[in-house]
């Protein structure tokens, strides 16, 4: 349902909001709406004619109109970006401080958005963006080479990349309306990252980061917290500071809200008291696939054991050993560390080049199967060397391939993808390394998925297994995990799995909900969250 707004702006459409922003809803009379921050509008939300959006969308971007700052947090394929886009939209098109008797629209005017994102996804969004930006035309400009030439309005996307090379330049612009952290989880603030992360959010007092420059922010993942619930802090840190009164460095942070305290109370009821500070703050939209979207098909996971052959064994013997060695914490210095951890990764790599070419027979079986794979199967793993093999076999046996991994340029991996989708053509296999293909991509051609690696981070797992499950899928999605049988892989599993559940804790409603009763049996005279 929806209405044409007015002649003059009749390539849109408004839709009515939605009084329960998780799912049910209820259409009534378009009415006014005056926001805090002097917007007035009709009681909806105005998109792209071709949106056809669904309900928890419309929601989603009533929520975001009325905050400055928002963690857009949906499960991944939920359509981030067309809510993003929206509210640039709306923002171009009501205008601010109206006189009495003046209309709902006025003409766009020329916005400032940047966009930060990983470096893979940067033609993505040049789709996304000509796709459902429709306010006015603005210049794209990706800032992928030193001195680019910036126009004085238009959308800027910066690959996460090249941050720290144009903070200093972006900092002197003027300020930006809109910006967007797309899978903002590749921003941390560990040590490997720390300059990227200290361009993007600041580095406390000393210097300021890129989202101090812009009048609002959305950072926006799947999959947040890839690995801690502390990973959160300097999104707090850059875009709700007064939600850390007294709070000012991580490892405080951590002794709050991620470790248990002097009451004894565990860890779970800490994080399930962060989730209430960030829903609560209305700093986090966060919706599940399994409540927005029940009409999406289930997703199947199982792991599939590979028999063992030639000399395997050993090598799974070995790899077992030195991830004991590092369990046990069997070393003195940290370069004993860095060797032990190095020695793992040259097994693990051994280990992946082996199980490739049963790989390859097992994309093969299926998709002479069409029942099975709809002639479209995905393939993930971690090493490049292992993909090359996988690929060599495959057109060897006539068998087209779409590699995606670090190599492949930002175009090419675009074109792989509308390749993928379009209907018809040869039986095909995408075959993309776990962190340069995971996200990004809708890849609901296909319905099977094997995960020939999986990473210890569940949210690289997560990321990878939905360019399937998600928005546009019309049948049962099935994950094979591929391993060998008592080899490390299933202990990455398990700490996957345990990442899992703390970001759980921390982001999802149904945890929190499950907990409230938890803390009041442990603690009854427990603070009330707002004293965090």
């Not at 401080?97 to 003409?107: A, D, E, I, V, Y």
């Not at 020329?110 to 993505?124: H, K, Q, S, T």
């Not at 707090?236 to 002097?262: K, M, N, Q, V, Y």
Request: aromatic letters at 8%; charged letters at 25%; hydrophobic letters at 40%.
């Amino acid at each position: 349902p929806f209405y044409n707004l007015c002649d003059d702006y009749s390539k849109g459409m408004i839709y009515p909001y939605y009084l329960n922003y998780q799912n049910s809803f209820t259409l009534g009379p378009v009415e006014t709406i005056w926001t805090a921050n002097g917007y007035a509008r009709p009681g909806g939300v105005y998109m792209a004619p071709t949106a056809n959006p669904y309900p928890f969308q419309i929601g989603g971007v009533q929520v975001l109109q009325a905050q400055r700052n928002a963690l857009i947090g949906d499960d991944p394929g939920a359509g981030k970006t067309l809510q993003f886009l929206t509210v640039a939209n709306d923002q171009a098109l009501y205008p601010r401080n109206p006189t009495p008797g003046q209309r709902f629209l006025k003409p766009a005017r020329n916005l400032r958005v940047l966009v930060g994102c990983p470096a893979f996804l940067v033609e993505n969004w040049r789709d996304e963006i000509e796709k459902w930006y429709f306010a006015e035309r603005l210049p794209l400009v990706i800032l992928d080479r030193p001195r680019v030439a910036l126009p004085p309005f238009g959308f800027y996307v910066l690959p996460y990349s090249r941050v720290a090379a144009y903070r200093e330049r972006l900092l002197g612009e003027p300020i930006f309306d809109l910006m967007a952290l797309d899978e903002v989880h590749y921003v941390k603030g560990d040590a490997a990252q720390v300059q990227r992360a200290a361009a993007v959010f600041g580095d406390g007092f000393k210097t300021p980061g890129l989202v101090s420059h812009a009048m609002r922010g959305f950072p926006m993942s799947g999959t947040p917290l890839p690995n801690s619930p502390a990973e959160v802090y300097n999104m707090l840190r850059a875009f709700a500071p007064s939600l850390l009164p007294g709070i000012h460095s991580r490892a405080a942070f951590e002794s709050r809200f991620t470790t248990p305290d002097e009451r004894g109370r565990p860890t779970p009821i800490r994080q399930s008291a962060l989730q209430a500070l960030l829903r609560a703050s209305g700093l986090m939209m966060r919706r599940n696939k399994a409540d927005i979207l029940p009409q999406l098909p289930k997703k199947k996971v199982e792991i599939l054991h590979i028999p063992i052959h030639g000399n395997i064994e050993d090598l799974i013997r070995e790899e077992v050993e030195l991830f004991e060695m590092a369990r046990r914490r069997q070393y003195t210095t940290a370069t004993e560390l860095q060797n032990l951890v190095g020695h793992i990764m040259v097994v693990r790599k051994k280990l992946a080049i082996a199980k490739a070419p049963r790989i390859a027979d097992y994309a093969d079986y299926l998709l002479k199967t069409e029942e099975a794979s709809k002639g479209r199967l995905i393939v993930f793993m971690l090493h490049r060397e292992a993909i090359d093999i996988i690929e060599q076999m495959l057109t060897a046996k006539r068998i087209r391939c779409l590699v995606v991994d670090g190599r492949t340029p930002m175009r090419r991996r675009h074109e792989h993808k509308t390749t993928f989708q379009k209907p018809g053509g040869p039986p095909t296999v995408f075959l993309g390394q776990i962190r340069a293909a995971g996200v990004g991509l809708t890849l609901t051609a296909a319905r099977r998925v094997g995960m020939g690696e999986v990473s210890w981070s569940f949210a690289d797992n997560t990321q990878a297994m939905d360019r399937v499950h998600r928005i546009g899928q019309t049948d049962e999605v099935r994950v094979d995990i591929l391993a060998f049988p008592h080899a490390v892989e299933g202990r990455v599993l398990e700490a996957a799995a345990k990442k899992e559940l703390n970001a759980s804790r921390t982001l999802d409603v149904r945890f929190a909900d499950a907990l409230t009763a938890a803390e009041e049996a442990l603690d009854p005279d427990a603070e009330d969250i707002g004293d965090y």
